[in-house]
């Protein structure tokens, strides 16, 4: 598989739901703002190690459990 073809499998959302978050109060948790989220959880962003890490201490979840090739 060629490195274009694949694509990052995000699962931000279902966990932000389960912690009852709205993507704003995760945004301001993690120090980024909302419309981050937004394209993250829509796949059209690939966050930094920083961010992706941020996000699963705020979420309880593995970075491997939120993000996924």
């Not at 993507?23 to 301001?28: K, R, T, V």
């Not at 989220?37 to 699963?56: M, T």
Request: hydrophobic share 40%; charged share 35%; no cysteine.
């Amino acid at each position: 598989m060629s490195e274009k073809t694949k694509t990052l499998k995000v699962k931000v959302k279902e966990f932000r739901v389960k912690s009852g978050l709205t993507q704003e109060e995760l945004a301001e948790r993690v120090g980024v703002r909302r419309e981050t989220i937004v394209f993250l959880e829509q796949g059209r962003y690939n966050p930094s190690l920083k961010l992706a890490l941020n996000i699963s201490k705020e979420l309880k979840a593995s970075v491997e459990e939120l993000f996924s090739l």
